[in-house]
Structures are given as structure tokens and as C-alpha cells.
């Protein structure tokens, strides 16, 4: 429960991406979250099942990101990247994106829970890739 009022007290009672203040709970920040503060926030119950994919993104909502994404809370910042990374069909999120600054470690952090799938696809992509080369590599030299 202290995690909770943590949150609350760090997030002025507010949900800490869109500002509602009604049906807040702490949410961890993955992928390697412990039960502390910082790898944790706080946000309502709409902003959640969005995030947690129970509903469906909705962009218009995610419009409040063009504040909350300023947050000085690493990981504050780090669910407001990966949703512009959900959302960045969206013109104004790309833009976003492009502006805002994480550092080192936080960006890591922001692209951690994608990496480890994507370095799964693109290993098998890669394979594929690497035995086209040499089918086309190969082909003419052995016919002379
Ligand atoms: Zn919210």
C-alpha cells in the first residue's frame, strides 16, 4: 500500500499520463519492475486498460501525452514513449517523438520490453536474408 501512496504523493493525486484523478492505481513499468517508485506509476483506470490492451487505443485520449511525456519521472517517460511508439501513425505522436529527449538509460529502458521480440523476428529474417545473398552470389559464378 505504501507504493500506492508514494505514487499518490509523487503524482499529486492525479493519473500521472492523463491527469484524471478518479480510479487511479499504480501501474509497474516492465519489464524488469520491482515494487518501487520509480519503476512504477500511477494512472486511471482508462489510461490502464488501454495500455494493458484490454481497450482499444484511443488517440484522441493519448493527446494528453503531449504533456505528460515532459514528465521529469524516468518512468513517467517511459510509457509515454512506448505509446507514441504504439501510436505513431499519428502525426502529431511522430512529432512528439521526435522532441522529446530520454537519456541513455531511460531510453534502454523504454526499449527493452520490445527488444527482446523483435531480436527473435529479426534473427530469423536475418537467416533468410543471408541465404538469398548467397543463392544470388553463387548462381552466376557457378555457371562459369
Ligand atoms: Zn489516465
Same mark, same amino acid.
Not at 112 to 118: H, K, P
Not at 127 to 141: D, E, K, M
Given at each position: 500500500?505504501s507504493?500506492?501512496?508514494?505514487? *499518490?504523493s509523487?503524482?499529486d493525486?492525479?493519473?500521472e499520463? #492523463? ?13 524488469? @519492475? ?6 512504477? %506509476?500511477? +494512472? #486511471? ?17 493519448? =493527446?494528453?501525452?503531449?504533456e ?6 524516468p518512468? +513517467?517517460? +517511459?510509457?509515454?514513449? =512506448?505509446?507514441?511508439?504504439?501510436? @505513431?501513425?499519428? &502525426?502529431?505522436? *511522430?512529432? /512528439? ?12 529502458? &523504454?526499449q527493452?520490453? =520490445? *527488444? /527482446?521480440? =523483435?531480436m527473435?523476428?529479426?534473427? @530469423? ?10 543463392? +544470388? %552470389?553463387?548462381?552466376? @559464378?557457378?555457371?562459369?
Open positions: 500500500m507504493l500506492e501512496n508514494d505514487l *499518490r509523487r503524482a493525486n492525479k493519473c499520463l #492523463c491527469g484524471a484523478t478518479e480510479d487511479l492505481a499504480a501501474v509497474a513499468v516492465g519489464p524488469e @519492475s520491482d515494487d518501487s517508485a520509480e519503476k512504477s %506509476i500511477l +494512472v #486511471c483506470s482508462t489510461c490502464s486498460a488501454q495500455m494493458g490492451g484490454t481497450a482499444e487505443l484511443d488517440v484522441n485520449h493519448w =493527446r494528453c501525452l503531449n505528460s511525456a515532459w514528465s521529469t519521472e518512468a +513517467v517517460q +517511459v510509457t509515454a514513449w =512506448r505509446l507514441l511508439n504504439k501510436l @505513431s501513425g499519428e &502525426a502529431w505522436a *511522430r512529432d /512528439l517523438l521526435d522532441t522529446l529527449y530520454l537519456d541513455e538509460e531511460t531510453l534502454e529502458w &523504454a527493452s520490453g =520490445r *527488444r /527482446l521480440q =523483435r527473435k523476428t529479426l534473427s @530469423s529474417t536475418r537467416t533468410r536474408t543471408v541465404q538469398c545473398f548467397q543463392l +544470388v %552470389i553463387r548462381s552466376p @559464378s557457378s555457371k562459369t
